[in-house]
């Protein structure tokens, strides 16, 4: 029987805050600081914002239309204040929206953490194209949303009558990750659906799931919906699993 792993050994297989140690009754002074630094980031990622024109740059290459939007959250407090209002698309940008009949649409979103956003998700979607492309989907123009909730892509998807919405946001930062992207995968998008009628795909992020492997599992997703019929808790993630290399 192997010898039990020391306790501060354990520090070397997670990023999570174990094995710190202590002084007295409280936390060394170098994780104490640690733990402020950690925190800081995390309500500095919360208040970030989508820097679109960097976007737009590192999207202009896949030849996609683009175009931007904002919820009815006027300003970052209101956001996080009413988070209702960042589910709603805000009226003047609802009539220029281009019609995208039966498409595939791809909703980039700042959400609670845009520091992750530009980074991990042109990555994602450049991954996704031809695989999606392969399934047979046509492609919408790549929605930009501002103040943006995971819900504003069902009124986006609906207003240009896209077949599936798949909406990229940043996750609610951690004191860990403050890059981290979630996905969201809704088929016939619209006004009213609930977070039920959707498959998550979350922790993309160089220290989770790399971009071009949830741009497979997306696509095994969408592909499933399509025979289903339906996404959400009605469509389980049965994704066939790379076979694991024997000696």
């Not at 498409?103 to 990555?123: E, H, I, K, W």
């Not at 996750?171 to 979630?182: H, I, K």
């Not at 019929?229 to 790379?242: F, I, N, S």
Request: glycine residues 10%; hydrophobic residues 45%; positive net charge.
């Amino acid at each position: 029987m192997s010898a039990p792993v020391p306790w501060v050994e354990l520090r070397r297989f997670t990023a999570a805050r174990v094995a710190l140690g202590r002084a007295g009754h409280g936390l060394p002074t170098a994780a104490h600081l640690d733990f402020q630094e950690a925190h800081a980031r995390a309500r500095d990622a919360v208040h970030s914002s989508l820097d679109l024109a960097a976007i737009e740059a590192e999207l202009a290459p896949l030849g996609l239309p683009m175009q931007s939007v904002a919820s009815q959250a006027a300003d970052r407090r209101s956001y996080l204040l009413r988070p209702d209002l960042g589910r709603r698309l805000r009226e003047t940008d609802r009539a220029g929206l281009p019609p995208a009949p039966g498409a595939f649409l791809f909703v980039v979103a700042d959400g609670l953490c845009a520091t992750g956003v530009r980074t991990q998700a042109p990555a994602l979607i450049a991954a996704a194209l031809p695989l999606l492309r392969r399934a047979g989907l046509a492609i919408a123009p790549i929605i930009l949303a501002s103040q943006a909730r995971v819900a504003l892509g069902d009124e986006i998807g609906e207003a240009m009558g896209a077949g599936m919405v798949a909406v990229l946001i940043g996750e609610r930062p951690g004191l860990s990750a403050t890059d981290s992207l979630g996905l969201y995968l809704t088929l016939g998008p619209r006004r009213g659906r609930t977070d039920a009628e959707r498959n998550c795909i979350s922790n993309i992020r160089p220290g989770g799931l790399s971009p071009a492997a949830a741009a497979e599992k997306l696509a095994w997703l969408a592909g499933a919906a399509l025979r289903l019929g339906a996404t959400g808790v009605a469509l389980k993630d049965e994704q066939p699993t790379t076979p694991r290399l024997t000696p």
